[in-house]
């Protein structure tokens, strides 16, 4: 650890018009995650059941995002976008925190992955689907440890990463880093996947519409666009020259590192907002006509807080996990028309309200449809 700088220096450069983009867009991204997050933690806190173990993983990713944002924007102040000759005073303090922001990096997109992984132990309960999220857990670790450990000891000795002159002088050597960035990307993009595709075949199984399949597959098909982000930086960091014009040949593959992990906090968040939406088109976005039922609905997020005052009798009380589908309005302003999908049982629910799982999942267990109706007209 003596080997280390005692302070980071750099020498600052203009930001040339291109990266002042960059660093507007990342600003921009980077205040809307916060936004996102914060109305996320309000809607489970306040109008639902409470935080969960979800809920603590997107905090983490969270804070480490802002690192990752940071210490992007700390590059590009450093002569991002500048020929290599004109920076190199920078080189050991770039080259220093580039090291600090693989760790940082992988950090924030594991949190974002275990996040919905946690989510899916609270709605899967049967034992299959959660040994497989179990399973998908442990892959995303050995894909964080084997990364951060390749990354760590590509220099020999590790503090060769940022001293040049250990190279040079012959007592130190390093690897190509390229080839361990684009195996991080590609596999980040592969375990994406996975996580993604590992509600599917339960969805599938639903006793539903086709369409009500499709939109609750669509809910968690969000991780796509980081999937999207992460195939556009495997081209980029492709073409950052690492020896010879780093600042030069850096500039998307930075914006793009602070993208991603933002992104992936944006997908496994914004499903967890509809709460709020209920909320706010049970208070402003429809006429006096129509009145909510006087259950708190629940939805993939946590449940809502709005009730309608009358008494409690003959009402529903969903489960803590359940997925609003599709919320209908009719013409009239009388009639309202709910479709949710639960997890777990609910022995309170009538045999006409409840669609459950195929014969395999009779049990109770696991994720169930419900659909609920309600009339209600002007009092004059």
Request: hydrophobic content about 45%.
């Amino acid at each position: 650890m003596d080997q280390l700088p005692t302070a980071i220096h750099i020498t600052p450069f203009p930001l040339k018009h291109e990266i002042l983009v960059h660093v507007a867009v990342e600003s921009m991204i980077q205040f809307f995650v916060f936004v996102v997050v914060g109305l996320r933690l309000f809607a489970r806190s306040c109008m639902g059941a409470g935080l969960g173990l979800d809920d603590y993983m997107i905090i983490i990713a969270l804070l480490l995002s802002c690192v990752v944002y940071a210490l992007m924007v700390t590059l590009q102040v450093a002569g991002t976008g500048y020929e290599q000759v004109e920076t190199m005073a920078n080189i050991p303090t770039i080259l220093l925190l580039t090291f600090i922001t693989v760790p940082t990096y992988l950090g924030c997109l594991l949190f974002s992955k275990l996040s919905m992984l946690c989510f899916y132990l609270r709605i899967f309960e049967t034992q299959a689907p959660r040994r497989l999220v179990f399973g998908t857990m442990i892959l995303c670790l050995c894909w964080f440890v084997s990364h951060f450990l390749a990354n760590v000891f590509i220099c020999k000795p590790v503090p060769a990463q940022w001293k040049m002159e250990l190279v040079l002088s012959g007592e130190g050597t390093c690897g190509n880093q390229i080839p361990i960035f684009q195996s991080m990307i590609i596999s980040n993009m592969l375990t994406d996947l996975i996580i993604m595709i590992l509600p599917m075949k339960i969805i599938w199984g639903l006793q539903m519409r086709f369409m009500e399949k499709i939109g609750l597959m669509t809910s968690f098909l969000l991780l796509g666009a980081v999937i999207v982000v992460s195939s556009v930086r495997v081209h980029y960091v492709s073409t950052v020259n690492m020896r010879e014009d780093l600042t030069k040949t850096m500039g998307t593959s930075l914006l793009l590192t602070t993208l991603e992990p933002n992104f992936a906090i944006l997908c496994v968040s914004i499903p967890m907002l509809r709460p709020l939406y209920r909320s706010y088109r049970a208070r402003f976005g429809s006429s006096g006509a129509t009145k909510l039922s006087d259950e708190a609905t629940h939805t993939i997020g946590g449940s809502g807080a709005y009730r309608s005052g009358r008494s409690k009798q003959n009402s529903r009380k969903m489960g803590r996990d359940d997925i609003t589908l599709a919320t209908f309005n009719a013409d009239d302003n009388y009639t309202k028309f709910d479709t949710n999908v639960e997890a777990g049982s609910n022995p309170s629910l009538s045999a006409e309200s409840d669609r459950k799982l195929a014969a395999h999942n009779a049990s109770g267990d696991g994720i169930k449809v419900h659909t609920q109706w309600e009339i209600s007209r002007h009092s004059k």
